[in-house]
């Protein structure tokens, strides 16, 4: 991955000793975020757990590209410290509130679509990028391991889970679509709105996709379900999908909801029965 062993300025291998911590940060599940000073300005600084320097490296990799082909809805990547104990990226301080939790109004939905398809129309060839950790290929795979184990959830709904996974539909998932740049990690606690512009934050989980599943990602993330249905049918219809993608996007989203519905399995009983609703309402649909 390009840039992953390389800071921003060479030489520079004691940037760290400059950053003077302001507040933490919301967020960064996997991570420690933080509003910093360095060198005067103000900046973010991530800190990754000790074992997740991959993380690190796709971030760093990702911010690169991003800075390289003009993408200005990302921060701009300042300095990347890979070794250990934690590996950490200083990088612009992105403006906004998190829009976890929130019903996205109309100007955020049509934020969110400028911000995504500007990532899709990127172009990949030769950027050096790896694969995102979450494919359609490797989500179909992991279902099919969950389902495996029947005791999870209800034995009906598993029934119905192996049933798909035998269409000819689901078995095209595994074949890759046309290869965009996916922002991975569609959770919208990593959308950041400032009262105008939507900006994305967290990469570590970015790489080559293909649009309809990082579209499905996006959509079905449990962090989606504040915003009505209706809403997110208008936003798929605006990314004006040609046939056989808008048929591996219904796939891919029965596909994700099948997913959260064993992720969400130790949940409260009233938020596995929500998905578990959604994921048989969508297994029984074209969408």
């Keep these: ?34 509003a910093v000073d360095f060198d005067g300005r103000p900046a973010c600084l991530k800190v990754f757990a000790a ?13 690169r ?36 939790g929130a019903e996205l109004t109309r100007q955020q939905i049509t934020a969110l679509g400028y911000a995504i398809d500007g990532l899709h129309a990127l172009p990949i ?15 179909l795979a992991r279902v099919r391991r969950a389902v495996v184990d029947a005791s999870v959830l209800a034995a009906g709904f598993t029934r119905d889970c192996q049933r798909w996974l035998g ?4 078995e095209a998932l595994a074949q890759p679509g046309r290869p965009v740049f996916g922002k991975g990690d569609a959770g919208l606690g990593n959308c950041l ?8 934050v967290d990469f570590e989980y970015s790489g080559i996709s293909d649009r309809p599943f990082d579209l499905a990602e996006l959509v079905e993330h449990i962090e989606a379900r504040a915003t009505a249905d209706a809403s997110w049918q208008a936003f798929l219809a605006e ?3 040609g ?24 949940e409260p009983a009233d938020i596995q029965a929500a998905q578990l609703e959604r994921a048989a309402r969508l297994l029984s649909s074209d969408n």
């Design 65 to 100: 590209y991003l800075e390289r082909v003009s993408y200005l809805l990302a921060a701009r990547p300042l300095r990347y410290d890979p070794c250990p104990p934690a590996a950490a990226i200083l990088m612009d301080l992105v403006p906004g509130r998190t829009l976890t």
């Design 243 to 266: 046939a056989a993608e808008w048929t591996r996007l219904s796939a891919a989203r029965q596909l994700l909801a099948i997913f959260w519905a064993f992720r969400l399995s130790a």
């Design 193 to 200: 709105w400032d009262g105008v512009t939507l900006r994305l």
């Design 239 to 241: 990314r004006q999908l």
């Design 1 to 34: 991955m390009d840039g992953a062993g390389e800071s921003t300025q060479a030489g520079d291998n004691g940037w760290r000793t400059r950053v003077v911590r302001r507040r933490r940060l919301p967020g960064g599940r996997n991570a420690q975020v933080y």
């Design 167 to 170: 269409r000819s539909h689901a």
């Design 51 to 63: 074992d997740d320097r991959d993380r690190a490296a796709r971030e760093w990799a990702a911010l």
């Design 125 to 139: 060839e030769g950027a050096g990028l790896a694969d995102a950790p979450a494919t359609a290929a490797s989500m």
